[in-house]
Structures are given as C-alpha cells and as structure tokens.
C-alpha cells in the first residue's frame, strides 16, 4: 500500500514534467511576451528599412559599478558608458572612426598630437562640448587624487604627458618622449563634462554619476538599483538622431533564467554560452551572432615553479606537440565556429599580427623524442584549475589524458576562483606548472609587453629573454609604422620557438539577438561593450 | 519584564561585536583581493598599488577593523569599495524589495501551515497525513532554483501569465506590476518555508493530541473538528512564534538562490554580488544588520511567548 502510493505520485509528478517539457518543442512559434516594452505598435514599415521608435532590451550579468567612464572597468559599467557617453573614436582592424574627434595628427617628429574636435557639440544638457572637457578629463585621470586607474597610461618614461586647449576644438597633446601607443591611450579617454564635475573634490565618489550627463547616442533616464538601468534617444546626437527610443540594461543575475527571459522576449540582447546556442537558435527568433573578442585562450606554462620542470624549452616544446589544437577547440568550445586556432601570442585585431609562426601540433613521436633528448623522464606536473569554470575544467581533463600518451603525469588541482585567480596573479607561486587561461590586450602590442617582459607584473609564465625586452622596449619606442612592425613580428616569433605558451584559441563570444532588430552591422558588434554605436540599431 | 528586555539588550552589544570580529576575520582569510575586481589587463602595477592604498587595504587587517569600528560606532557603516556608495544607504534601498518577498512568503507559509499541519497531526499515518507528509519532503529536498526553473517553464514559457525577470516591467510604476512579478518568487519561497513550518506543526499537533485537555473535550462530546481548529490550535501556535522570531532575520537577508534566479533587487542578491567582490564593508554591513534583526527577532519571540503562555514568565 505504502509503496504503491508514493509511486504513484512519482509518475503524476514525472507525468507533469515531461508535459511540460515536450509542450515547449511545439509552441516555440507562438510569441507574445508577457513582459516586453518594445513597442512593436508603431507605424509599420518595409522590412528591413531603418524606422524610428521602439525601445532595445540589454541582458547584463550585473549592476554597474559607476557610469563614469575615467572609472568603468567592468563589463557591465563599459557596455552601458559606450551609449552614454561618445568616445574620441575607436579603432577596428587597425582603421579609425571618428566619433567626437574630426581628425588626430601626429607632428613630424611624433612628439605632439593635435586632436580636432567637431563643431557644434552638445552635451545631454545642453551645454557645449569643447576642448575645454577634454583637457580637464585629461588632467583629472592624472590628478592622483582623483584616483583613476587609467593614470598611468597618461604617464610615458616616469613624464606625463600634457594636453593644451589651443582654441575650442582644439587639442594639443605633448609627449615627453616618442610613444606610439599614445592613440590606444587615447581610444580609453572618453571625455566627461568639465560644468558637472569641476568642483568635485572627489568625482569617483560623486553623487552627481548618480544621475550622469554625457554626450553619446542615448541619455540617461533611470537607474533601479538590481533591476535596470533606461537611457533614452538624445536628439542632438551629432551622428544624426538615433532610431530607437530607448534602451534599457536589465540586470538578470542568473543564466538560466535569462536564456528564458530572452526566449520570452523580456530581453532582445544577451551574451550566450556555446551549450546554449542550439536552445536558442531553434527557436528561430533569434540572429545568433558569433564575433571575435580579441581574447587569446592558452596554455601557461610556469617556468619558475620549484621542481623547475618546465624551465627548459624543449620540454614547453614537447608537451605543445603531444596536444591536438583542433582536439582542444571541439572539447572545450563544442565547434570551431566559436573559436579561431591561434598560434601568435598577438591577438586577430592587434597590430602586426601574424598566425605565420612556428608551431608545434599533434606529434608524439615527436614529444617523445625532445623529452629523451632533454632527458626528462618520469615527469609529473600540477595543473590549477578553478573549479566550476567549465573552459578550464574540460582543458585540464584532455590535456591530462594526451599527456599521459607521451609519459607525463598531470595531477589536478581543483580550488575555487578567488583562490585560483590569487595563485595564479601571484607571480611568486611555485607549487604549480600548468594552468588554461585567456587574456584580452587590446590592439596595441605594446599591451603584452606586462605578460613577456623580464620581470613584468603580468608575466605569469616568469619568462625572461633579453631579445625580447629589448624588442619590446624598441616597438614601444619606434614611430615608423614598418620598423615597428618588424620588431613585433620577430617577437612574435621568438615567443613561439620559446613555446612560451601554448596558443590554443581566439576565442569568440557569441550574442543572441532578436531578430525584431536590424542595424547590426552599421552599430558594429564589439568586444566587452557589444555595440560599438547603438544609434545605428533599429526596429524592424 | 523590563529588567528582561535590559538584559537581553545589553547582551546583544558584545553578541554583535563577536560577530563583527568572526566575519571580519573570516573575510580577511579568504583568498581573493577586493582590488582585484578593479583590475583590467592593461592597467599598469603602479595604478594597482595606488587604488589599494587609496582604499587602505595596504594597511595591517586589524588596523582596517578598529577603523571599521571606530566608523561604526560614529553610526557610519562604511562605504562599499567597488561602487562607493555608503553600505547604509544601498542596504535600505534594497530592504522593501526583500521585506515584501519575504514578508508575504513568510505569511503565505503560515496561513497554508497551520491547517495543513493540524490536519497531518491529527490523521497520523492515515492519507491524508502521508500526502501532506510527501509533499513537504519534496519542498525540503527539491533544490529551489530548480523549483524556480520549473515554475518559470510552466507559467511564463508556456502559458504566458506571468513575468519571468526583476520586479518591475521596464519603466512601468505600479502595484499591480510589482505583486504580477511578485507571484512567482514569492511561491517558490512560500513553498520551501511551508514544508519546514507543516512538520513543525504536525509534530506538536501529534503531542497536544495525546494531553489530557483533549481527551476530557472528547469526553464532553465535543467533535473533532472544534477539538483542533480552537482548543488544540491555540497551543500549536507556540512553536510558530520561535518559527518567527528566526525568520525575522531572513526578512532581511533574503533568498539568495530566489532573488538571484528571479533577478528580484533585494538584499540576497545584493550581497552575493558583495561577496563576489570582496566587498567586505558591505558584505560587514549586511551580516550586522541580519545579526541585529536575529536578536530582536529572538527577543520579540521570548516576550511574546510570555504573553503566549503565562506558564513560562512564572517559570522564570
């Protein structure tokens, strides 16, 4: 009786949820999202034709910490700061748009760089954007006691650089010495308005980002604490007025509940997991849209660990070839359509790139062989993985197992993030040798100079080349193009013959959108911030 | 009575300064660095040393606590390191939304409890107890995003009645909207409290059955139903206020799986993203603050009882 009964709820209750579950793969077509704003009542259009109105849902993963943009640093903060406030321009595959700036132009002798502002710029508020905000933005992330941690880039070979208003959209820029990664410090610099902030003691801790006033696309609107941040078109954009009516960042902590959210249409915009693609994109609502995000995923060898195994190049070399890049990319990624084989320790989008470097795949003979030759036998390695990062877990199983093929004896360490991101950032720790980690550096080389050079702050692997100092030191200081270009070709391939790293991946991140949208290409998908100019979207 | 609640309030000052001082070290032995969570890769070391002296963390832990202290007892809490917004301020503008979730799951539970529970009790091992019985085993051992998961699917998903993300429809401000997205999470809560509360009260039902008091009612004629629903439900209703008391605390601190699967903007969901970061001047402030309500949520508890069943006052 007993045992009759309670297995007959089990079946009403499995009964339920299989229902349930098999209910959805048929009414997937039907959409009426309970919760959306978008007005999909404006006045129709021909498909495909950009119109106005409508309003564009954001999933984001959490608050921002501050819309300020000398301070953002976190995703969240960056992607909203990209439509609030306009940059000077951004730099794709090596090309610049302008935005705020008309022009920039270096001097003959690379020391001055004179920024051209457009005429006739306006704040949210509407008072005028001059040179005035760009100079006083300038001297407020050098003002140490404002605390910006963008400050040291503004500072070449211990001098800092000095801005000069010389009339009202123009700009000129001194530098102590020769720096041609001055532009990629200058891409970071979006200008904050000086009638706001001029007598701040503190702007960081200003109340006055509660309710910020910038000069991009969209202007701020409301800002619910854990709920949502709404910005609303600004029609003196000087890009022209954006077609959509607002835009708003709703804050959706959980993953699992935001696939659902977006497949309810509560949210137009998310950043997907390669698990979930398939979900999503058969649902056929969606444009599932995979792009670069200038993200480096590798191996790390750690040379300086204290059983010194893989201080000597040959063993790095062996253990690069006993592994399989394609093998790596299908386990960790699911597919190739979301990460790109990398060979270069240079990202696809920075300059002088180059996948045309020695490489070492898929041989053991060869392994086997460099290991007798080092005379290196028996070797054991420990390999820290921060648990629960499901990129890092499934790397360490395969590369565990090929290494096993050649005779190396990886033993796993598992220990949570914060621990994780504490031992490895710790360029002292020695209790490890290997770890799968990624990195994004930006389009300037001289970016990964803090990961190579002797010594760096970065530099995990404890490598240390005098070549490659030297090399780095010449491309940060060399202003033509060609020569530059030279020295971080040859440093990417003397970092390869190093085995420095193993380069696994360029690896993408994938965003759903609701195909209600149109405009994504002239809007430009961009790492971190996703939109690089959200006037550009429109509704359908 | 007065000299009681005196007592009890004196007793909370070392109480909470203990706790302070647990969770202070508990934090500073973590692994993990609040400046961290600041840091993108191409920031220079010198900026990184900066922002850490800026924010004291440079200093000894236990110069960063009597600093804490020293705030703290000027009635200041302290500033969160990451937004820099005072830890006060952001903890009261969570507070409704986490009161009210929690506030209504916690009544909803009781309401539900109380004749659910007295029913098992008074059926024991009969149907209707092992029915009453199974479902509270499955509030207390279903993990609750699961549940949560599970109800989105069904009533968002499919049928399409209610919201699945936040409290508020974008840019809309009104009751209604709040208490539509209000349903959900609420039920979730309401459910996994209901299944703790119903064997509390099954329990004590099955005691109270067996006193004397009872068997003299049977004894008068009276029915069973007016034995349990007046005479034998008045003295269930003791454990309840205990029950309470405790909850007092989780009024405050919220749900922390719910309110995150919901993306409900409350206290729980607050301070996960608090202990995420290292936040420790928040993560400091929201466990004072749960401490604080904890002890007047037992105190109000024991006074009540007092008034509750006179038996105990004499007692003391």
Known sequence: MRKGFYGFLTLALLSLLISACSGGNNSNSEASPTGSASATGSAPAAEGQPKDGGSLIIGVQSDPTILNPIYAGDRVSLTIDQALYAPLFQVNNGKKTFYLADSLEPSADNLTYTLKLKSGLTWHDGQPLTADDVVFTFNAILDEKQNSMFRENLIVGGKPIQAVKVDDTTVEFKLPQVNPSFEATLVQLTPIPKHVFENEANIEKSTKNNAPVGSGAFKFKEYKTGEYVTLERFDNYFAGKPHLDSITYRIAKDTNSANLALQNGEINVKYLDPQDVSTIENTGKFDIKPYSEGRLAYLLFNEDSDTGALAKKEVRQAISYALSRDELIQTVYGSSDYADPAKSFVTPDGLFHTNDVTSYDNDVEKAKELLKAAGVSNLKLRFIVSSGNKAQEAASLYIQQKLKAVGIDVELQNMDASAYGQKFTDTSAKDYELSYAGYIMGYDPDAYSILFKTGANSNYARYSNPEVDQLFAQGAGEADEAKRGEAYKKLQEIIAQDAVIYPVAYTKTIVAIDKKFGGLDEAVLKPVVIFEDPSKLYLK | ?316
């Open chain 2, 1 to 316: 009575m007065r000299q009681l609640i005196a007592r009890r309030l004196l007793q909370t000052i070392p109480l909470l300064f203990f706790v302070s001082i647990v969770c202070f070290a508990l934090i500073k032995m973590a692994p993990g660095d609040p400046v961290l969570s600041f840091v993108t890769p191409n920031m220079h070391a010198e900026d990184i040393e900066r922002i850490r002296h800026n924010l004291g963390l440079d200093k000894p832990a236990y110069v960063q606590y009597f600093l804490w202290l020293k705030e703290l007892v000027q009635g200041n809490l302290g500033y969160s390191l990451v937004n820099h917004q005072p830890v006060l301020d952001q903890i009261l503008d969570r507070l409704p939304a986490t009161a009210g979730l929690m506030g209504s799951a916690i009544a909803l539970a009781v309401l539900l409890a109380i004749p659910l529970g007295l029913v098992a009790g008074a059926n024991r091992s009969r149907w209707p107890d092992k029915l009453i019985n199974f479902i509270s085993y499955i509030g207390i051992s279903v993990p609750l995003f699961w549940l949560a998961i599970l109800l989105i699917y069904l009533f968002a998903i499919e049928l399409h009645w209610l919201p699945i993300m936040g409290m508020r429809t974008i840019g809309v401000n009104s009751a209604l909207d709040v208490l539509k997205h209000g349903i959900l999470p609420c039920a979730v809560l309401a459910f996994s409290f209901l299944s703790v509360y119903v064997r509390y009260i099954r329990s004590s039902t099955i005691g109270q059955l067996k006193e004397d008091y009872v068997q003299i009612q049977y004894a008068f004629g009276s029915s069973k139903r007016l034995v349990l629903f007046r005479h034998v439900l008045k003295h269930v209703l003791l454990p309840i206020i205990t029950l309470l008391g405790i909850s007092m605390a989780e009024l405050v601190t919220g749900a922390i799986v719910t309110e995150t699967v919901f993306s409900w903007p409350g206290i729980g969901s607050l301070g996960m993203t608090a202990v995420r970061g290292m936040d420790y001047p928040l993560i400091m402030g929201i466990t004072l603050f749960s401490a604080v309500l904890l002890i007047v949520g037992n105190l109000l508890a024991d006074i009540l009882y007092g008034f509750a069943d006179p038996r105990i006052n004499k007692a003391r």
